[in-house]
């Protein structure tokens, strides 16, 4: 990079406006994670099972001893769709749910490759993709929204996520970013080894200002500005 550019790359970031010429499609929205035996943060030693990670920075948000506070902005429904390889399942690729809400839970699929059709057993795992933020960076004005996916063990915790919420709009007349959640992250075992979940419960209503940073979001997240 010559000087000149140099020079004009630096006064472009020295605008007041840098920032407010992103929009949201801009962003890469971080995905809040819940690691397991085999999640690769853990077999690289930088988290344990268990804990609740940003995906995009490798942060620690929470842990089996410590909930994250969350408040929920956005809820999408998906198919994972994954490819069944020496008994394993692979990951293929997410479907919204209402492009295809008749899929079984597994079947054959097929997809073509350089002019082929290949078909092969398939996996298909309901997911719930909630957008949240958290209140702790509410606090700190370091907001960006995470993606929070519940599904196989977990989509339990998102279908009880969506009945809290529910069940204050229906009695409280109340908008679902009107009231705080927590989010815990909970061991459990089976015939197949120990695994962690989401568990959810409702924890208190939003403050003004927290409420007001979750509208501010929603809008920015659906009008794409």
Not at 20 to 43: C, H, I, N, W, Y
Not at 54 to 69: A, F, H, Q, R, V
Not at 114 to 128: E, H, K, P, Q, Y
Not at 155 to 177: E, N, Q, R
Request: with cysteine.
């Amino acid at each position: 990079m010559n000087d000149l550019t140099t020079q004009q790359a630096n006064e472009l970031v020295a605008k007041d406006d840098f920032m407010g010429a992103a929009s949201a499609s801009d962003f890469e929205t971080p995905r809040l994670v819940l690691m397991q035996k085999m999640s690769e943060l853990v077999e690289a030693g930088k988290a344990k099972p268990g804990d609740m990670v940003d995906s995009l920075t490798e942060e620690l948000l929470g842990d089996c001893e410590k909930p994250i506070s969350i408040i929920p902005i956005g809820l999408a429904k998906t198919w994972f769709r994954s490819e069944i390889v020496k008994g394993q399942k692979e990951f293929w690729k997410i479907e919204k749910f209402v492009d295809n809400p008749t899929l079984p839970r597994e079947g054959i699929a097929s997809t073509e490759e350089d002019g082929i059709t290949r078909s092969f057993m398939c996996v298909n795992d309901l997911a719930m993709l909630w957008t949240v933020v958290l209140p702790e960076q509410i606090k700190r004005d370091e907001v960006l929204p995470y993606l929070l996916t519940f599904r196989g063990a977990s989509y339990h915790a998102g279908k009880k996520l969506v009945t809290l919420i529910a069940k204050k709009s229906t009695m409280a007349k109340k908008k679902p970013y009107e009231y705080v959640y927590r989010l815990s992250s909970v061991k459990e075992s089976n015939d197949k080894g120990t695994f962690y979940t989401f568990s959810v419960a409702q924890e208190r209503c939003a403050t003004k200002d927290e409420t007001q940073v979750a509208i501010s979001w929603l809008l920015k997240l659906r009008g794409g500005v």
